[in-house]
């Protein structure tokens, strides 16, 4: 999974030579041998390394708050996403719903890494809510719909529907 | 700027020794386990930094992070990975093993599940052969991974594994941050693991298969 959202991510960013990755660990963990020092190690390392190789810092934020925010996600992304329970989903996306509440991207106005990682990771639970739920979290629906047609996000994941009509009319006053 | 913790949470070690060492000027309010300070979120998760633009930052290492980019020092590629090794690989031990520790009352059996990742880092500083995790000054992931290890390393009664090179850092680090050892105090109340008993009991259990996972990992 990590290994086809790196690769997917190196297409966005239009890298020329894909990189080859290997594992490590029970959880593999995604490894890049580098040539000019020790591997990196870990899925949001790598990612941000492929960033600064893309030359798309503003990716990564474009101020110190924006940037801490984007690694907070990430964070978020690898800690609490991955590998959460049954009852972890719900207030996972309770509180990402609640947060998205005023914004367009995670790091408010401005699409980065954190919105594709975050996409990439909660697309497995988006893929499995009725639509009630999906009516519920109306925030992350209305964000993950807009992340999924972001120009060359989405790669190995299949859009999953979600019912604009009713999504963006009706609840609001 | 505002920066929010708790009494007898490890993680807010964290955010108050990257305050010392940084140096930077934050108001710092002391609030109750329970407090929900960050409005989004459901649980009360602490430590959490107010920003100037009104957001709240609820992860303790992106307010690490954030406290040395604005005094001026960035993080580097092997910052980040050591972060998010804490992040993913080091917490989920470290609670199974303060959990021991602080709530069954089996201090003896921490190193089960802390050795793997503490010779990890023993290797990693052997082999790096830097008086700091990334080369000859304090970053970032030293302060992280030295608030993070403070509780269980600064407790003489738990029978670790010799990791001789974590040690050295260890005590190098006590010498730097001077600073941090009042905050540690005020945190732990002085009382060293039991300090974090009435934060612990408030977490949930840590699931075991987490930290097989993370044994098997460090194995490799």
Redesign the interface.
């Known amino acids: 999974m990590a290994l086809r959202e790196l690769s997917s991510l190196e297409k966005f960013l239009g890298l020329k030579k894909p990189n080859k990755y290997s594992t490590?660990?029970?959880?593999k963990?995604p490894v890049l041998q580098n040539n000019n020092g020790p591997p990196?190690?870990?899925?949001?390392?790598i990612a941000?390394?492929l960033v600064?190789e893309a030359k798309r810092p503003e990716l990564l934020g474009d101020s110190?708050?924006s940037?801490?925010?984007v690694?907070?996600w990430l964070?978020?992304r690898?800690?609490k996403l991955d590998?959460c329970t049954k009852e972890d989903i719900k207030?996972i996306l309770?509180?990402l719903n609640?947060?998205l509440?005023d914004k367009v991207y995670l790091a408010g106005n401005q699409f980065t890494l954190a919105d594709t990682f975050m996409y990439y990771g909660i697309h497995p639970l988006i893929v499995d809510l009725a639509i009630q739920e999906k009516e519920q979290y109306m925030n992350v629906t209305r964000w993950f719909d807009h992340i999924q047609h972001y120009p060359g996000i989405r790669h190995h994941l299949p859009p999953v529907a979600v019912l604009r009509n009713r999504i963006y009319t009706g609840r609001h006053h | 700027m505002k920066l929010f913790v708790s009494e007898g949470n490890p993680h807010c070690l964290k955010v108050l020794a990257a305050l010392g060492v940084t140096g930077v000027q934050c108001d710092v309010q002391y609030v109750n386990h329970e407090e929900r300070v960050v409005?989004?979120?459901?649980?009360p998760t602490l430590p959490a930094l107010l920003?100037?633009?009104g957001?709240h930052?609820?992860?303790s290492?992106?307010?690490c992070?954030?406290l040395f980019?604005?005094s001026g020092k960035d993080s580097s590629?092997r910052c980040?990975?050591w972060?998010?090794?804490e992040?993913?690989d080091l917490?989920p031990a470290l609670l199974q093993a303060l959990h021991m520790a602080v709530l069954q009352g089996k201090g003896s059996e921490v190193s089960k599940v802390l050795q793997g990742p503490l010779n990890y880092l023993d290797q990693s500083l052997s082999k790096g052969n830097t008086p700091y995790l990334t080369g000859e000054a304090v970053s970032v992931a030293d302060v992280v991974l030295w608030a993070a290890l403070y509780p269980i390393l600064s407790d003489s009664s738990l029978a670790l594994g010799e990791c001789k090179s974590v040690k050295t850092w260890f005590d190098r680090g006590a010498a730097v941050m001077c600073s941090f050892q009042a905050a540690a105090q005020k945190v732990l109340q002085g009382k060293g693991l039991q300090g974090m008993k009435s934060y612990m009991q408030r977490q949930p259990a840590p699931q075991s298969s987490?930290c097989?996972?993370t044994q098997?990992?460090?194995s490799?």
Request: glycine residues 4%; hydrophobic residues 35%.
């Open positions: 490590q660990g029970d959880k963990v990196l190690v870990g899925l949001v390392t941000c390394h600064k110190a708050e940037r801490a925010v690694q907070q964070e978020h690898v800690t590998g207030t309770k509180d609640l947060y509440q | 409005p989004f979120l459901s649980r920003l100037p633009s957001l930052l609820f992860s290492n992106a307010i992070r954030y980019e604005v590629e980040n990975q972060l998010e090794w992040a993913t917490q987490q097989r996972d098997s990992c460090n490799n």
